[in-house]
């Protein structure tokens, strides 16, 4: 069974930063792409970034290109998002989520297979 655990969450300013970490159980972490998303309250969950197993690829929405960088540790089974610049629009709750099938590296939420409980993330004006 793999599970997902986030932290790194908090309070912060407007123009501040905060990387989230999500640690993953599994042998077979280094094949599984992985995606961060967010939900706000009142919105629908939203894809924010995702990254290939290797690492070698990486995917962003609009809103937090040139803020947001997604990384990964294959030997601490770890990905990581850092986040710089956070406007207060940032806010919500951040999910890291794994995906079984190697050979892509998925936008949608449909496609992930496992799922963290969530770290929130305030960004105060």
């Known amino acids: 069974q793999v599970q997902l655990v986030e932290s790194g969450g908090g309070l912060v300013q407007a123009g501040g930063s905060l990387r989230l970490s999500c640690a993953v159980s599994?042998?077979?972490?280094?094949?599984?792409?992985m995606g961060w998303f967010r939900q706000a309250p009142g919105n629908e969950r939203e894809f924010v970034a995702a990254?290939?197993?290797?690492?070698?690829?990486?995917y962003y929405t609009d809103s937090v290109k040139g803020r947001f960088t997604i990384s990964r540790d294959n030997a601490e089974n770890t990905v990581y998002l850092q986040m710089n610049s956070l406007k207060p629009e940032d806010t919500a709750v951040y999910y890291c989520?794994?995906?079984?099938?190697?050979?892509?590296?998925?936008?949608?939420?449909?496609?992930?297979?496992?799922w963290g409980q969530g770290t929130q993330v305030t960004v105060s004006s």
């Open positions: 599994g042998r077979t972490f280094s094949t599984y792409p």
């Open positions: 990254i290939s197993g290797s690492g070698g690829s990486t």
């Open positions: 989520a794994a995906d079984k099938l190697p050979y892509r590296v998925p936008t949608e939420e449909i496609s992930y297979d496992y």
